[in-house]
Each structure stands twice: as C-alpha cells, then as structure tokens.
C-alpha cells in the first residue's frame, strides 16, 4: 500500500533547515528510495508563494493568495511511503522525524492513499 506522509510546520517559527541536516536527510532519501520504500518526497515552499482555491456551495470558485496568516500550521513537506501497512508507514515517517533531531517542533500526518492503482479500496 502506499501512504501519504504529510510533515506540518508553523512558518512563522521554522528554522532554516541546516547542511547537516540536509546531507542527513539525503542519505536517508537514497536509502529509502533503493529499497522502494520511498516513492516520492518533497519540500513545499512557502505559503506566500501559493494560493488557495476553493469551491462553494453553488459553484461560486475564490482564490486566495498567500501568505495565509489565519492558519497556524501548514503542510511543509510531503513523502510517499510505500509500505504494507499503517504500522510501518508510520516507524518510515519516524526516520524522517528522527533525523531532524531535538531542536525541530514537528508533526506528521501519514495516511493511506485510496484507489486500486495504491493498494487501497477501489
């Protein structure tokens, strides 16, 4: 099956990711991905280089730019995960956490993703 690991962050205190960090997380990128367990990961970049579009009840569409200072915590990052279970989805999105190590304030959502082509309900 394949998860949808979601890393959240509050922009107005993230830190700088340091080139300790970034050569770590590389390494374990390249682990991952040998072994297929990582699908796919990447950094999002800030909110006020994006937009929000939503849909309303009667079909009325708005487009918000960011940044979006009403919302504490946004999606910073994102991983695909391909893993047999919820289980070891989460222990895969543990290493990436691990790997920030005590001076990050981090959550992670991990999810499975639906449809047949993910290993989910059709």
Not at 45 to 53: D, I, M, Q, Y
Not at 77 to 85: M, Q, S, V
């Amino acid at each position: 099956m394949r998860f949808l690991s979601m890393i959240r962050i509050d922009e107005t205190t993230a830190q700088a990711p340091s080139e300790q960090l970034m050569a770590d997380m590389g390494q374990l990128i390249e682990e991952l991905t040998r072994s297929g367990q990582l699908v796919s990961t990447a950094g999002l970049r800030p909110t006020s280089e994006g937009a929000r579009v939503r849909l309303q009840r009667g079909g009325r569409l708005t487009v918000l730019d960011g940044p979006f200072t009403e919302t504490k915590e946004v999606i910073g990052g994102y991983a695909i995960l391909e893993a047999p279970t919820l289980q070891e989805a989460i222990e895969l999105t543990r290493r990436f956490l691990k790997v920030h190590g005590d001076n990050w304030d981090l959550e992670c959502e991990v999810r499975p993703l639906d449809g047949p082509e993910f290993g989910g309900q059709p």
